[in-house]
């Protein structure tokens, strides 16, 4: 019975997903596109504007974090399908949406990075006529471009960008609870397929902090700080286009509704009877999981002294969410209280301010001096709304800043 249960235990591991269910499919596939090029690192799909025969006034967009190869699908998908349709906006412009993919999403941003330059120099070559470009990225996306066209500058190479866009991007880091990641360490003793997607380089450069052992201390990673140093030697942000930023989340300091040591999801057996996890709360030490069942235990998980990060306003994930429904999928009974919880703060994303202290995280932006911000123009949502989600407000908001 143990080893059934062990089975079992294994198998609802490895479905596990971090930012979507593993087995988890977009609702339609993109159309085909009217170039595809092979980059170093991997891809590019090209879909050029109504009424044009080449590239003309470009728009790149990087895709963003996951596990595995960029999936094309998802991407149109999510710009197209959603709130607003994006791509039929933006081609109805006249312009050329290129969406730039990765061989490996969980890779190094420093290494993805060269993806995007390799872009970025194709589509100079192929393009018909002299508008600026606009460069940016989803998520981690953001991040990949930024750095890349910073350094291309350091380097004294012409990106020929007029604009930069981060769409929900984690300048100052992105939030996974703390629980969710010991939980990661405790199934690797079965199956380390969500190990390695929190644990990926990707993962451990963006996320503010990390937790490397279900017995550890959460803090920023070293492959966090290295990434910052070499952000930092190229100057950390690109100087020649116009900084862009949007956030999934509100600007006027109201968070998404979950209360701080609120429990968020409980397991009742048969695989992890005991195991629950609370919101992140401002205690120290404060509880944020305990973790028991078929793979041992308890384990009680603590952390001291951060803010309350599940709360804050900002893009949110079904953190949660894709655990509960997960594990409900392989017959563990589930008491799902929360499913979403912040991911990418909105100080983050517009880059102000630090994740580590309460008044920061629940600051209203809204109320700020504008050059706060390291960026020169941003959007929050009205909303707390799923992490890079395009709505019709954010869409329109880009459009109208597209270089001319």
């Known amino acids: 019975m143990a080893d059934s249960k062990t089975d ?10 971090l930012v979507s269910p593993r087995d988890a499919r977009p609702a339609a596939q993109a159309p085909p596109a009217d170039e595809q090029w092979q980059l170093p690192g991997g891809q590019a799909r090209v879909y050029y504007g109504q009424g044009q025969k080449g590239v003309v006034r470009p728009v790149i967009l990087a895709d963003g974090f996951n596990l595995g190869p ?3 699908d998802w991407l149109w998908d999510g710009l197209e ?16 949406l290129i969406l730039v993919g ?16 390799a872009a970025v120099l194709r589509t100079i070559a192929e393009q018909l006529d002299s508008t600026r470009l606009l460069v940016g990225g989803f998520s981690m996306g953001g991040m990949v471009t930024r750095y890349a066209l910073a350094k291309m500058e350091m380097q004294r190479m012409d990106h020929r960008v007029g604009a930069y866009l981060s ?14 990641q010991a939980f990661a360490h405790y199934l690797a003793q079965v199956d380390d397929t969500y190990l390695r997607q929190i644990g990926s380089p990707a993962s451990q450069q963006m996320l503010w902090r990390y937790l490397d052992s ?13 990434f910052l140093e070499q952000l930092r030697r190229v100057g950390s942000w690109p100087r020649i286009p116009r900084l862009l930023g949007v956030s999934s989340g509100r600007g006027d300091g109201v968070g998404n509704g979950v209360r701080a040591g609120d429990k968020t999801l409980s397991c009742s057996g048969p695989l992890f009877d005991g195991t629950y996890f609370l919101a992140q709360s401002q205690g120290d030490p404060a509880e944020v999981a305990v973790l028991n069942g078929v793979l041992g235990g308890p384990h009680p998980i603590v952390t001291r002294g951060f803010p309350e990060l599940d709360g804050a306003p900002g893009g949110t994930l079904e953190s949660f969410g894709i655990v509960g429904d997960t ?32 008044d920061d995280l629940y600051v209203a932006i809204d109320e700020l001096p504008p050059e706060e911000s390291e960026l020169d123009d941003f959007m929050l949502s009205a909303g707390n709304d799923p992490h890079a989600m395009m709505t019709p407000e954010i869409g329109e908001w880009v459009l109208d800043r597209l270089p001319d």
Request: with cysteine; glycine share 10%; net charge positive.
């Open 81 to 96: 399908n959603g709130r607003y349709p994006f791509i039929s906006e933006l081609r109805r412009r006249g312009r050329t």
């Open 214 to 226: 279900v017995d550890g201390t959460p803090k920023e990673s070293p492959l966090r700080r290295e």
């Open 70 to 72: 960029s999936d094309f």
């Open 102 to 117: 990765f061989d490996e999403r969980s890779e190094s941003i420093l290494r993805n990075a060269e993806t995007v330059t």
């Open 8 to 17: 079992k235990a294994r198998k609802a591991a490895g479905s596990l997903g």
């Open 167 to 180: 769409f929900d991007t984690p300048h100052r880091g992105a939030w996974l609870p703390i629980g969710l």
């Open 327 to 358: 594990l409900a999928s392989f017959g563990e009974g589930i008491d799902m209280v929360h499913r979403s919880v912040c991911f990418v703060p909105s100080i983050s994303a517009v880059a102000v301010r630090d994740l580590g202290r309460q």
